[in-house]
């Protein structure tokens, strides 16, 4: 039987390295597009070349919209950029 067609997510797909950094699972697109302005001006100079991602997921019979910030060369580099958020009082997480 022929392989089950998968559609590809709409998503950016993550450059090379991979690493995103996740910075919160919102109910809109402008709370995920407020979320990101909020992360990258709360580490001033860091959000330089980075780009944004928002994919919609489905989460207990509602839309969730997970806003992360991408465009990361390492997943060290990722990392040491969520350590800055979370010292300036953002929650974020590494993926």
Known sequence: PPAEKVEPAPAAKPAAGGAVVQIGAVSSTALADKAWKEAVSAVPGLGAGKG???????????????????GFA?????????????????SCFVR
């Open 52 to 70: 944004k991602s928002v994919e919609k997921i489905e989460k207990n019979g509602g839309a969730l919209y997970r806003t992360a910030v991408t």
């Open 74 to 90: 390492s997943r060290a580099d990722a990392q040491a950029f969520c350590a800055k958020l979370q010292a300036a009082g953002k």
